[in-house]
């Protein structure tokens, strides 16, 4: 009887610990104070979806409830946490209804925010924190992938725009890894290519024949990707532009008909399996048939 | 101002001057699919006479190879003056690449423009043409012109319109009329082309996109944060999903509906009117729950979720001075 009293208190301390110390974001920027209300000291301002513990709730009546709350006021440049009192309102945990579809569509809000020219500075930032809080607040989600596909997305396309060449993988990485044989992992596996992109062929067919090599293989690979017919797309387009190169190219003129039969191929398979993009391999079928040059309008374009 | 005359000018002039009304029972017509510089005669040591860029109508004469070389003789229509701010139509005919031309009689000929039209769409989205936006929308208009019963024809020409409200818009969000509250006060969005692709395609998911579109003609300029512009928007776009439940921006109009409720639920508190406040604040909430019940694919449902959380917990979702055409968060 004495240990069954015992293990009950166990259970029941450890239940209170863990309701104590609850994973939460928060999907508004939140002030943090040293006391309950916003009339205390200010410690720290924090934008949408950092990491947040929740220490203790306070719901004195006479403000609104507040949260003792740790976290890193600037969750990028990994600052030392630090540990407040901020409106509970913002904050949503596992228990909130809803959870991973709340902090999702507070997600996209952000994200569309970031595309517009008049938008909210740092946008971008909260919709890649938001979209990864996802999968740390409620794991089991059936939309954790999706989001941490597309925290992973935008991380990607920062780095792109800030020329970071190579761009860290290590998060579409982590896509492919905890969402294997997804459609998440599918496009995780697309955006790698651009660190197999040259960032410019100098007019020689080296670069397109090794990029249109790349995308065959991702389209033989994840027939079933959302981007496999762009990657086939892609692939013969290249194959294209080399044909064009090498017709002009004075010692490699007698491989062109092989790039242009080659082009002709995969654009023939594009049409055959992805019906849907008849139209885009149609014109590119009558420009090989026809030989019009595609070199120096394309060649140059980096994946869509 | 001069720029928005070369605009209108030449989205009207080359969409609607077109070769097809005046030779309608000419046997090749069509359009051309790259840049194709017209020669005298069919030599390219000849004199030039002009250039035919993308999507073009063209009328073409006749075919000849020569030493190998195809040729045709065609009639273009060319903008010129462009540059010096008295844009003007007018024919040209010359010889230029056989190649590049799409006519009525070209196997595939309205898949191949489509998909020129969609490839010009692209680069102008990567911004590796100039005009690549443009090449698009005639393209997709000359599509449905001479591919009338195409089964792209329908789609096609929603794009046009499509572009072409985009390009007219962005020009219309440009000028200070632009900030006026009444939509009445500011230039309106030319909707010819919108209406005669809605009248030809009715019924059809190109004309519930089209009509979405038209809304932006009845959107306040700036809602100068008072409360009667996100009323009647909210209406105008409740309405619109619900006379077009199976339209692609349905969803959308529901969303915008929903939103624009919660600003009310803003502005009324503080305008100290805490009832009207409540009621929108309740409404905001109904809209978005029928959002998330009925549209419960794709991004709409968490969006609706996230923002009934919003209104239930009281937070705001609207900031002064957000409100207004080309402000809103999807338009």
Redesign the interface.
Known sequence: MKSFTILVLVVLLAGVAAAQNERATN??DITIYVSPGGNSQKMADMPRGVELTIAERNNNSQTDPYCKVSGSPNPESSAPAVTGWTSC??L?TAS?P?AD??????A??SE?QAQQR?GRKGAAQDALRLYSRVADIVPNSP?AGEALWRAADIRWQLAKSGNHKPIDDSYMKDVIKRFPGTKWADLAAYEMLDNVLCDDSNGLPDCPLKESAAYEKYAQEHPKSPKAPDALYNAAMRQAAVADMYRVSRTQRDQSPAAHSKALALTQQLLSQYPEW???????I?RLQ???PVYA?HV???P? | MMLRLITTFVLTGLLFGSLGTMRAQEKEHGTV??DAMMYVSPDVQSQRVGLASRGRDVFLMCRSNIDGKPWAHVLVVVETGLETGTPSNREVSGWADA??F?TTS?P?GD??????A??SE??A??G??RHALEDAMRLYYRLQEYFPKSP?AGEAYWRAADLRWQLEKSGVLMRPSATEMSPDAREQIDDETMHDMMKKFPGTRWAQLGDYDLIDNKLCGSWKDEAKCPEKESQLYERYAHDHPQSPKAAEALYNAAWRQGALVEIYKRDNERDKSEKARRRGIEIAQELATRYPEG?W???????I??LQ???PTYTAGQGGFG?N??R
Do not use: C, H, W
């Open positions: 999907v508004r309102k913002p949503v909130t809803n579809e709340v902090i999702f569509g507070e996209v809000n569309q008049r939309i008849a139209p885009r391999a149609q014109n590119l009558y026809q030989n019009i309008v140059e374009q980096k869509e | 699919i790259g190649r590049l799409i070209t595939n898949q191949i423009i489509f998909g020129e969609e490839d692209r680069q989205d990567l590796t043409r792209l991004d449902k968490p969006r609706a979720l996230s923002l959380f919003s917990q009281g937070l402000k968060p999807e």
